[in-house]
């Protein structure tokens, strides 16, 4: 493989995501409750994931926008309580505030670091998690989001941007994720080479087709793997 530059997705590849979401839904419950009782009452955190869900069923224009649908599902809550001014960008704060206090895995900053010395990269994500917030921007030359190019992971329009914006051909970017779908097959069908970083050990599904070219533990062994590479 030559590999001239890196793609890495955020969200379950360089931190746990489902504890920053769940507090980011306790917070968001809190406040309600202390500000709009009515509307916590009405919908609790079960029911307010359960509407968030329903929102992203009903509203496939906004599936690669998160951030769209949260608001959305807001207000829907608000407006089913008789509240049409929702204090909108308030609860959004909360939510981003959590969201974004995440607990890096121990080795993803210092592989980020050495990363970046070896070459160019860029991060890949459908989420909407907030680099200047976690102090974590200056490890990327480019941050490709699915909301701000209008398609998500796996469609290989998003990797096919991301390669624009490095200006290197897909066939010598290695994309690095831990879905198996979103990230390895996604980037396999837009060209590019794959690394899937496999911390709990599983097993490639052969439904999804060819394995990726790398199948890795940690990002610890992605950069052992590019020095070797070097050496």
Not at 7 to 13: A, C, G, H
Request: proline content about 6%; charged content about 25%; some cysteine.
């Amino acid at each position: 493989m030559r590999i001239l530059a890196i793609t890495i997705d955020l969200d379950d590849t360089l931190w746990p995501i489902m504890p920053a979401l769940e507090r980011a839904d306790r917070d968001l419950d809190n406040y309600l409750r202390q500000h709009y009782p009515h509307v916590a009452r009405t919908w609790p955190i079960a029911a307010m994931r359960e509407l968030r869900a329903r929102v992203a069923a009903e509203r496939l224009d906004l599936a690669h926008d998160f951030t769209a649908q949260r608001y959305l599902t807001l207000q829907m809550a608000f407006d089913a309580c008789g509240i049409a001014e929702a204090p909108l960008d308030t609860l959004w704060e909360i939510y981003a505030t959590a969201r974004n206090s995440v607990e890096f895995y121990p080795d993803a900053l210092p592989a980020l670091d050495r990363l970046r010395v070896l070459q160019p990269v860029a991060s890949l994500t459908n989420g909407n998690a907030d680099l200047e917030r976690m102090g974590l921007h200056l490890h990327f030359a480019h941050h490709i989001a699915a909301r701000d190019i209008g398609s998500a992971k796996p469609d290989p329009r998003i990797f096919l941007a991301a390669a624009e914006r490095l200006g290197v051909a897909p066939e010598n970017i290695l994309h690095v994720g831990d879905d198996p779908e979103l990230d390895v097959v996604g980037a396999r069908d837009a060209g590019m080479r794959t690394a899937w970083i496999n911390r709990a050990g599983h097993r490639w599904p052969g439904a999804l087709g060819v394995a990726p070219d790398l199948d890795l533990p940690d990002l610890a062994a992605l950069v052992a793997w590019f020095e070797q590479q070097s050496a």
